[in-house]
Structures are given as structure tokens and as C-alpha cells.
């Protein structure tokens, strides 16, 4: 991991747990959890042993080393299981077995367990979440979140990414309020803006316009309850070698963001920077699936991000 802003004080957070679902797992045990500075999975100092004999669903202590800005960092976790193990999105390096120090690192797009950060912060430094899917997670990418867009743009102009986001997520499957994925950090306090970055999925699984509209109007009102007032929509991506109904109703949708007064003021248009046709992703950007983006793909998508949603510090 690696910030674009100080973290004064933080801890680490575990469960056995897959947000997108709501499912826990059982039978988990973390024996050492260390962090330290880090590079390509490897740390370059002696890390710190930050916690041990932890199961999942409890949290470290408070850690008052701060996590300094434009410093690479790792977690480095071990734990065990009886039961089945919860993996979510995220890049890292695992290896099957950590009896010995030569343990072969492999480098992973899927971590066990929901791991995340709850960091204390300067009151003047931004905090900007996305609700979105696979796209917004940076999937693609060699390192998904840590290359997604929101956090490439959060660590250029200083402000600490949150992510709503669940790869093969919908705006249906966001629909209830009283889901665990809404309400996981209702007990912190909330982003100062968001992006509405949600929709691939229900459009090329056949939603309909009207459907994207009804289930945006939805998935809105909850964003506004549950993140921030302040929000921001992005366009829809192409996928390439698609063509037909679903993509007549992809562009009938980002048409209908454009020309509509609340959406369009705060619309980031997200296709141009990595699409040069609005039918395909541009060859230097596509992963090789033609959906997903590589992570120079995610950093051209953050460039349409040209208006700043709250101030951020001088």
C-alpha cells in the first residue's frame, strides 16, 4: 500500500468475511500480523509485529507509528483455518506455507480474508469513497484497489480512498439498505464525496434504460444516506467485441447522464480517456479480456476526474 497522505494513527481490522455476500466463514486463527515498509512484496526493514494469537472479527491495537505519505507499506498476515476461507479483491502476495523465511511469494489478485484499515487522519484532508464494481476495484490491474482509479487519484492530490466496491457487483445487488455492505462502517465517520461508479454489470446483463434509471435513482438515495450527499457519477465502459442491445443501452444510459442537469454537473466521462471509439477498450489499456483495464488504464480513467468534489489542502 502506499498513501498520498499521512495516516497518524491506525489499526487493522479481520474477518473471515466476503462484504459483497455478507457471508462469515468459521474456524480462523491470525497467529502474527507485522507491517513495516515495504517493495514488490518483500519488506526492506526489520517489520513490526503489530499483533498475535488474533482471530478473526477482532482488530489490532492502535498503532502510533504513522504511516507516512509516499511510503510503500505491507501487512504481512498468517493464519489458519478449518472451514472455508473468504477471499476478496485485492493484490498482494501469498504463499501456501510460512514454516520457512525462503517461502516462495507468489503475487495474487484475491487476499484471504476481509482485511482493511480504520485510520485517523488530519480533519483537512479529504476522504473520497466509490461505489462501484470490478472496474472501480481495478481488476486488471498486476495489484487491484492498490492501481484502481479512485486510489491512482487519491494519492495525486491527497486524499484517502474508500471502497464500496465488489467485483460482479450490481446496482440491484445493492438495492437493500440494511445489507452488510452498506452498513460495515456506518460506525466511522463518512467521506466527504463519493462516485456513483455502479451499472456495467446490470446493463450487459440485460437491465434495460428504464431499469438503470429506476435502479440508479435507488442505489442514489442510499449512497446519500449511508456515504455522502456530495456525489459524483462516472460513465460506463465499452467492452470490446460486444456489440448489439446491450450496448445501445450502455450509450443510451451515459447519453441520458449527460443530458440530465443533476447528473451531468458532477459526470466524469471516464470512456474517452480509454476508449477512442466508444465501442472497444484502446489496446494499451485492455488487460486482455476486453473488459478489464491494465493499470495504465486506470490511470488514464482518473484524468476525467477534472473537477474537485471538496477542497483539498493547499
Known sequence: ??????????????????????VIGSGVSLPQVYFGPATSGAFTATPALIASDRTTGTV?????????????????????????????????????????QSATLTRVVSLPLDAWIEAEIEPDV??????????????????????????IYCRRIGALPVHYTASGDTMAGWSNPFAHKWARWQHLSRPDAAFHAMGSNDVFAGASLDQMQ?????????????????????????????????????????AWLKTTPDEARDLCDMVPPVSRNDEDISPGFDCGDGVHLNASGYRSMQTA??????PTPA
Do not use: C, K
Not at 217 to 229: G, R
Open 1 to 22: 500500500m502506499r498513501f498520498g497522505i499521512r495516516i497518524n494513527r491506525w489499526r487493522i481490522h479481520f474477518r473471515n468475511n466476503n462484504p459483497r455476500f455478507g
Open 60 to 100: 489490532t491495537r492502535w498503532q502510533r507509528t504513522p504511516i507516512e505519505a509516499g511510503v510503500e507499506y505491507a501487512i504481512s498476515y498468517s493464519f489458519s483455518t478449518t472451514g472455508i476461507t473468504r477471499r476478496v479483491v485485492g493484490g498482494g502476495w501469498s504463499a501456501s506455507s510460512v514454516s520457512s
Open 126 to 151: 479529504p476522504v473520497l469513497a466509490v461505489f462501484g464494481d470490478s472496474l472501480a476495484s481495478g481488476v486488471g490491474a498486476s495489484l487491484p484497489v492498490f492501481e484502481s482509479w479512485l486510489s
Open 214 to 254: 429506476e435502479r440508479r435513482a435507488t442505489t442514489m438515495q442510499i449512497l446519500t444516506e449511508y456515504v455522502s450527499p456530495v456525489i459524483a457519477s462516472t460513465t460506463l465502459l465499452p467492452r470490446s467485441r460486444l456489440s448489439g442491445a446491450t450496448e445501445d443501452t450502455r450509450r443510451a444510459y451515459n
Open 305 to 310: 476526474i477534472t473537477r474537485a468534489l471538496v
